[in-house]
């Protein structure tokens, strides 16, 4: 009851200081006040979640199988819990493995991604302000440079039972190294490659208001943003002009803080690159570029939001996650392509379709290798349901009723002798 009255405090400031917090991640990473100002009563809403969810932890009595013995079961919490975040959602992701973690009764050592440490620091304040005890949220900023180490030490530290980690696959493999030596507990939420698959039945425009926010969401930058666009060829052309239309009309590149903004800046110089990168090799082998597709004039971390089309599943762009404001446009003929095409990744994160067949709506959304599914819909995260991936997108879930679990240790007591 204490650790749930302490965070639902902890979401009340949040929400009493939204503004301040939202101008903080809008200074840090670039993100549209209006977005930041959003991840703010998302970030606070796993606060208030798991404060209600801190009085559910259940345990569970068993039948005994011997009449002198009673069986119990206890869920405990599994200790220090090491959570390293992304600089992308600098505040939600924190609060959404915190909240859980605190709710379960785990203290945490928060590593910030290097480009946004003040939002966490900023959340320790808060958590002071809320009564949250001294060494209970722990947050460790470190430079670029030590990044690697430090990531490397909490992971090995035997004082720590628990990595809960948000980033690239890349990283999330070495993490998961360094845990094996001691075997931690793990949580991992990697990259994604989300398809977004229309089919001819589609209601075209609500597929491009779907695409429209899927896409460029705080500038293509999240987790769960479209990377490979799939299109039934009887729709095909339709979509592609209302989605190069939508674009024109609806998307504003300029900084953060401008209150018709859109599209901020990307993260930094690679990022800008690695668009750069996609869009070349897509139009050397034959692609179109319909809207886009080059810096825009605010300055060298800016991007034109970009629509491709006559693009293959042989182009970079379709094989790696972009994270960046571009659109690739694939034409295909049968349900059975589509859903291959959309499978043949490695990772499998969150995956999003359109369609009216109630038939076909059962099956695809079961074939899709993803831990989420959108049907007709283009953003699907929300505090009750889970939120993780299949494959190499990941481990666990966070958020939902499920997310608690995964800071809780399951333990059987049996009473004999009776």
Same mark, same amino acid.
């Given at each position: 009851q204490e650790r749930s009255a302490r965070l639902r405090r902890w979401y009340e400031l949040m929400m009493e200081n939204k503004e301040e917090l939202a101008r903080i991640i809008t200074a840090e990473n670039g993100k549209p006040l209006k977005e930041a100002q959003g991840e703010i009563t998302y970030s606070a809403s796993? $606060?208030?979640?798991?404060?209600?969810? =801190?009085?559910?932890?259940?345990?569970?009595?068993?039948?005994?199988?011997? %009449?002198?013995?009673?069986?119990?079961? $206890?869920?405990?919490?599994?200790?220090?819990? *090491?959570?390293?975040?992304?600089?992308?959602?600098? #505040?939600?992701?924190?609060?959404? %493995?915190?909240?859980?973690?605190? *709710?379960?009764?785990?203290?945490?050592?928060? %590593?910030? =991604?290097?480009?946004?440490?003040l939002s966490a620091l900023a959340l320790g304040e808060l958590a002071n302000q809320a009564g949250i005890p001294a060494g209970v949220y722990n947050v460790v900023p470190c430079s670029r440079q030590q990044t690697a180490a430090?990531?490397?030490?909490?992971?090995?530290?035997?004082?720590?039972?628990?990595?809960?980690?948000?980033?690239? @696959? *890349? @990283?999330?493999?070495? $993490?998961?190294?360094?845990?094996?030596?001691?075997?931690?507990?793990?949580?991992?939420?990697?990259?994604?490659?989300?398809?977004?698959?229309?089919?001819? #039945?589609?209601?075209?425009?609500?597929?491009?208001?779907?695409?429209? *926010?899927?896409?460029?969401?705080?500038?293509?930058?999240?987790?769960?943003? @479209?990377?490979?666009?799939?299109?039934?060829?009887g729709i095909h052309d339709e979509f592609v002009e209302k989605f190069a239309k939508a674009i024109d009309k609806e998307l504003h590149v300029g900084n953060g803080f401008d209150a018709k903004t859109t599209q901020g800046p990307l993260i930094n110089e690679k990022a800008v690159e690695k668009v750069e990168k996609h869009i070349k090799d897509a139009v050397s082998q034959g692609a179109s570029i319909v809207t886009g597709g080059k810096r825009h004039s605010l300055g060298k971390n800016f991007f034109e939001p970009t629509l491709l089309t006559n693009v293959t599943t042989k182009m970079l762009c379709t094989q790696e996650e972009t994270f960046g404001p571009l659109a690739p446009v694939i034409r295909f003929e049968?349900?059975?392509?589509?859903?291959?095409?959309?499978?043949?990744?490695?990772?499998?994160?969150?995956?999003?379709?359109?369609?009216?067949d109630p038939a076909q709506i059962w099956r695809v959304?079961?074939?899709?290798?993803?831990?989420m599914v959108g049907v007709n819909e283009g953003i699907i995260s929300s505090v009750e349901c889970p939120f993780g991936g299949v494959k190499e997108s990941g481990l666990g879930r966070e958020g939902s009723k499920y997310g608690i679990d995964e800071y809780l240790e399951i333990k059987y007591v049996c009473f004999g002798g009776l």
């Open positions: 796993f $606060l208030e979640w798991f404060a209600e969810e =801190a009085r559910r932890i259940y345990g569970d009595v068993i039948p005994a199988s011997a %009449k002198d013995r009673r069986v119990l079961v $206890l869920k405990q919490p599994v200790g220090v819990a *090491a959570i390293i975040t992304p600089w992308n959602f600098p #505040s939600a992701m924190i609060t959404r %493995k915190v909240g859980a973690a605190l *709710a379960a009764g785990c203290t945490v050592v928060v %590593k910030p =991604a290097e480009d946004t440490p430090v990531g490397e030490v909490l992971c090995t530290d035997p004082l720590v039972s628990k990595i809960s980690f948000t980033g690239s @696959t *890349a @990283t999330g493999k070495i $993490l998961l190294k360094h845990a094996a030596g001691t075997v931690k507990r793990v949580s991992m939420e990697l990259g994604g490659h989300a398809p977004f698959i229309v089919f001819d #039945s589609a209601n075209v425009d609500r597929a491009v208001a779907g695409a429209l *926010a899927s896409k460029y969401r705080n500038s293509g930058q999240t987790c769960v943003c @479209t990377n490979r666009f799939l299109v039934q060829k049968t349900e059975a392509e589509a859903v291959a095409i959309a499978n043949a990744a490695n990772v499998g994160l969150a995956g999003y379709f359109y369609s009216q959304a079961e074939q899709l290798e993803v831990g």
